[in-house]
């Protein structure tokens, strides 16, 4: 069983820049892929970016945003630059066997963190 919980979300204006943290209970953190997807008012929940045997990133955000991980702290990251106000979403992290843009491939998520920018 892992538990994550997401942090570093808030308030940005636009071009800003924010790092959003998921910290994993379980030990066996280094053997999952780890992803972020995030979900708008209204929207469906999107593919934001994955880390595992390779890092993979949705389109939106190629170029913006740098997923990495610090297996030690048992933590991901989300590094999110020039962000855009349709950016704003609440921000999942997820853990699964492998590296995929798919959230039906995932077996545990946090709860989010809101991120909201601002023009």
């Known amino acids: 069983q892992v538990q994550l919980v997401e942090s570093g979300g808030g308030l940005v204006q636009a071009g800003g820049s924010l790092r959003l943290s998921c910290a994993a209970s379980?030990?066996?953190?280094?053997?999952?892929?780890m992803g972020w997807f995030r979900q708008a008012p209204g929207k469906e929940r999107v593919f934001v970016a994955a880390?595992?045997?390779?890092?993979y990133y949705a389109d939106s955000v190629k170029g913006r945003f740098t997923i990495s991980r610090d297996n030690a702290k048992n933590t991901v990251y989300l590094q999110m630059n020039s962000l855009k106000p349709e950016d704003t979403a609440v921000y999942y992290c997820?853990?699964?066997?492998?590296?995929?843009?798919?959230?039906?491939?995932?077996?545990?998520w946090g709860q989010g963190t809101q991120v909201t920018v601002s023009s």
């Open positions: 379980g030990r066996t953190f280094s053997s999952y892929a």
């Open positions: 880390i595992g045997g390779y890092t």
């Open positions: 997820a853990a699964g066997p492998s590296t995929s843009q798919y959230e039906e491939r995932y077996s545990y």
